[in-house]
């Protein structure tokens, strides 16, 4: 969680000072979800990855979703 929040602020300062457009920190986004999405492993580790996904995915960049 606290890895997730750092990525987040650090994802906001980046769109905040205009170093990325927010389409490129949408699929950054977009990469790390589908990446949990598609992971392997047994129920527990697959429950765990849709857990993520679903964090990344709420994630928004000024009004923008993700996916």
Known sequence: M???SICEA???AIND???LPERE???VLRDAAA???NAAGN???MEMHQSVA???N???IEGSAPG
């Open 17 to 19: 000072h205009k170093l």
């Open 10 to 12: 650090l994802l906001l």
């Open 58 to 60: 709420g994630i928004k």
């Open 2 to 4: 606290a890895a997730l």
């Open 43 to 45: 129920a527990t580790e």
């Open 25 to 27: 920190i949408a699929g």
């Open 54 to 56: 679903n964090l990344i």
């Open 35 to 37: 990446a949990h999405e």
